[in-house]
């Protein structure tokens, strides 16, 4: 396989995830502004800030409005990380690697795109969101789906895989990083329980409310959630979950090209590190101190992929 | 008599009797309610756009993607007509080959004084690069289309012969895939010569082809300019249906003499290298400095016979309009032959004479560009206006030499799919044509390429032509 595929599938499918992540959070924010009492649309910077949009955002507008914040995270061509620009982005990527694409791949992300340039060619008012949202929401599931279905499982497959579950990775973190707040330590060892907004931005931005419940009960409190999201085995967006995946796409490329690369190696480090860890040693070091480390250990991996698989000349 | 009744129709024609090719489809058309046809003519369009068949236009912004219109309404050639053709296409393509080996090798047919020298020498088109060089199975045109106009019953003239890039050929293959998956009852009753095997023949011709470093199975690859190319689609549909890797400049270099991609394991030598980037970019130490979609050193690999390019650099000098007016002597002069397939006569404006004569009848003539292409650049005497013409005047005294001028011909017209039904528009036909030392292979039909506007002679899809399938019944 080419370099250039390689990185083309893992960036196809990195754009991929963040358009769903991106959906997801306007989602979260949506559900909030509506839940909550008092009128100002202080959420939405912080929403923003989930996304990493924020900086690009205060750069281009006055104020932080619910409007403004769907428009920029949804459908502005500014703002590289919009869904409209991800979905645009993964479609550039798979006309790249169109080769090493089954048809029903190609046509369902095409399609996509298609539907996104097609509802998002105007504002989406409040009314309308919900449901466009639910569009992009299955469209991209269908390319999940399309790929689960149809792909081979070989080297192909694994760089889509990569870039699916560095994407999520760093997504869980950066959205525990900027509430890491209301996790910290002195809120649980009162042993109160979360403020309601705040659980639910967390939980609902990762779709993790129903599978929390299911596995701790509908009783809420930050070491669960920080437990769940960070190191449980069963959760498909736990930092340890995405890290297990990354490690085991790496261990089928090492063993079918018969090398032993160092990105394995460092996956292999990150998904230990996680195993020897319990919830109360990362809240000792400092949720966001742990939380930056893991996210510098995802860049640095990333990097090295890209190095190890010649991704560039 | 009325200039309308002397054009000669595929299905009708010159005078209303349905003709052989087209009984059958006749018979199903009629039996079809016009709505459920323009639903078909909606739903090949939805077809197209989701599978990606698009261009992209030159000078427009990059977002651009255009669908080539579709009509749904197959083109008919009778097996007996097309026979003639392709033993025509055949003798023609040798003769291209011959005359390429001799041109960079011992300009026979200068000598000979069948070919003026400065034809060669004061052409653009020609590489001196290439002079002496053979390349692998002496094979410069590995792909070919031959465009092709009807104005007759039996009647047939080659417009142009493509013997560098040739495009379309993807068109020629979703069309046939589109018109099975909507029309599958009309594939029972026409015995229709399938196009499919094309994908496979060109890899096995190219492998055929293979340069002597080359060890075990060929590595075959389709180089690309990139995504931002008009005819990307048709470069990621060929490598993907060959089942090869689709390759840009920078996922190439020289490694130990070969030319090697970069791949999740390292650089692999590449065998055959199907280029679809211009002689000029392929090589900045060779060609163009500022090339950037091209290989610094590929020529020199492929002088060692450590890579085959197809098609060969400088075959351009084969498809120039300038020596497209010596082609019937250049095919007799290879083959001994008298030339099956016909040129449209062509006046040179280069030689006073037929500057005279095209200048005194512009009116009625079709002027061209040398080096143009693309349908642009041209006066289609006819349909211009007085104020047209007269502008074209001054470019054509200004530089004679780049010009040549042909009769208007009445090409033949085949029925689309309008609002109100069948209506005739005009055509021409792009047959491809795969060479390898184990022959030439012609797939049956090729790319018809329609005027989708009432009266207009203009098919390129660039300004508004759009294409159908076309189909070579089984006698």
Same mark, same amino acid.
């Given at each position: 396989m080419l370099g250039k595929t390689a990185n083309g599938l893992y960036w196809m499918y990195r754009y991929l995830e963040r358009a769903e992540n991106t959906a997801r959070l306007i989602e979260t924010g949506q559900r909030i502004g509506l839940t909550r009492?008092?009128?100002?649309?202080?959420?939405w910077a912080s929403v923003m800030q989930s996304a990493s949009m924020f900086h690009g955002y205060k750069e281009t507008h006055d104020e932080v409005t619910k409007d403004g914040a769907i428009d920029w995270m949804l459908?502005?061509?500014?703002?590289?990380?919009s869904v409209l620009s991800s979905i645009s982005a993964a479609r550039q990527n798979a006309r790249l690697v169109r080769t090493a694409l089954t048809n029903e791949v190609w046509e369902a992300l095409n399609g996509c795109y298609m539907k996104a340039q097609e509802i998002l060619k105007r504002k989406v008012t409040e009314r309308d969101l919900p449901a466009v949202l639910e569009v992009i929401r299955q469209r991209t599931a269908l390319v999940r789906g399309m790929t689960h279905g149809?792909?081979?499982?070989?080297d192909i497959y694994d760089f889509a895989r990569l870039g699916t579950f560095l994407e999520r990775a760093d997504n869980t973190a950066r959205i525990l990083d900027v509430k890491y707040y209301v996790l910290l330590p002195s809120a649980f060892s009162v042993g109160s329980s979360l403020d309601n907004v705040h659980w639910e931005t967390i939980l609902r931005s990762l779709s993790a409310r129903g599978g929390f419940r299911m596995a701790y009960g509908s009783q809420v409190n930050a070491r669960d959630i920080a437990q769940f999201l960070?190191?449980?085995? &069963?959760?498909? &967006?736990?930092l340890n979950f995405c890290a297990t995946k990354i490690y085991a796409n790496l261990r089928y490329l090492a063993s079918d090209y018969k090398t032993e690369p160092e990105s394995s190696v460092l996956a292999q480090r990150l998904v230990e590190s996680f195993m020897h860890n319990d919830i109360e040693v990362v809240f000792e070091a400092g949720l966001h101190e742990y939380i930056q480390s893991v996210l510098n250990a995802l860049g640095e991996l990333g990097a090295q992929i890209e190095k190890d698989y010649r991704f560039y000349e | 008599m009325n200039e309308e009744q002397k054009i000669f129709d595929?299905?009708?024609? &010159?005078?209303d009797e349905l003709r052989d090719p087209y009984k059958e489809f006749q018979s199903w058309f009629q039996g079809e309610d016009l709505k459920r046809l323009r639903a078909k003519q909606r739903e090949a369009e939805e077809v197209f756009r989701l599978t990606g068949i698009t261009f992209n236009v030159y000078?427009?912004?990059?977002a651009e993607e255009r669908l080539i219109p579709f009509d749904i309404i197959p083109r008919v050639i009778a097996g007996r007509e097309w026979q003639k053709l392709s033993k025509g296409i055949e003798q023609r393509v040798r003769a291209i080959n011959a005359f390429l080996h001799d041109i960079y090798n011992r300009q026979e047919i200068i000598k000979a004084g069948r070919l003026p020298r400065e034809m060669i020498?004061?052409?653009?088109?020609?590489?001196?690069?290439?002079?002496g060089m053979t390349p692998p199975g002496g094979v410069y045109t590995h792909i070919v289309g031959i465009d092709l106009v009807r104005t007759g019953d039996d009647q047939f003239y080659v417009l142009e012969d493509n013997a560098r890039t040739p495009s379309g050929v993807s068109y020629m293959l979703e069309n046939r895939e589109t018109m099975l998956k909507m029309f599958p009852e009309l594939f029972s009753t026409n015995r229709v010569q399938p196009v499919q095997n094309y994908p496979t023949n060109l890899r096995r011709s190219l492998a055929a082809c293979?340069?002597?470093?080359?060890?075990?199975t060929p590595t075959v690859a389709v180089l690309t300019p990139?995504?931002?190319?008009?005819?990307y689609y048709e470069h990621s549909f060929l490598a993907d249906q060959m089942g090869v890797e689709l390759v840009e400049g920078h996922d190439l270099r020289v490694v130990d003499g070969r030319v090697a991609m970069r791949t999740t394991e390292g650089y692999k030598p590449i065998d055959v290298l199907y280029r679809r980037v211009d002689d000029d970019f392929l090589d900045p130490l060779s060609f163009?400095?500022?090339?950037?979609?091209g290989v610094p050193g590929i020529m020199d690999v492929y002088r060692s016979g450590g890579i085959t390019i197809a098609?060969?650099?400088?075959?351009?000098i084969a498809d120039d309009k300038a020596i497209y007016s010596y082609m019937p002597d250049i095919v007799e002069f290879y083959?001994?032959?008298?030339?099956i397939l016909e040129n449209?006569?062509?006046? &040179?404006?280069?030689?006073a004479d037929s500057l005279a004569y095209v200048l005194d009848n512009l009116a009625e003539l079709v002027v061209k560009e040398v080096?143009?292409?693309?349908?642009?650049?041209?006066?289609?005497g006819p349909t211009a206006s007085k104020k047209e013409i007269a502008e074209f005047r001054k470019k054509l005294e200004a530089k004679p030499g780049n010009y040549i001028a042909q009769p208007t011909l009445s090409l033949s017209t085949v029925p689309i799919f309008t609002k109100a039904g069948l209506a005739p528009r005009h055509v021409d036909l792009r047959p491809f044509v795969l060479c390898s030392p184990e022959g030439i292979n012609i797939t049956p039909g090729g790319l018809t390429r329609v005027a989708?506007?009432?009266?207009?002679?203009v098919v390129n899809s660039s300004q508004g032509g759009g294409t159908k399938d076309t189909w070579v019944l089984e006698d």
């Open positions: 009492l008092d009128q100002d649309d202080d959420e459908r502005s061509k500014d703002n590289p990380s149809t792909m081979l499982r070989n960070i190191l449980d085995k &069963r959760m498909p &967006r736990s | 595929e299905m009708w024609g &010159r005078n000078g427009r912004s990059e020498s004061r052409n653009e088109a020609f590489l001196p690069q290439m002079m293979a340069p002597n470093k080359c060890e075990g990139g995504i931002y190319n008009s005819a163009n400095p500022e090339s950037a979609l098609n060969a650099p400088g075959t351009g083959t001994g032959e008298k030339a449209v006569p062509t006046w &040179r404006c280069s030689e080096h143009g292409s693309g349908g642009y650049g041209m006066l289609i989708l506007q009432k009266g207009s002679l």
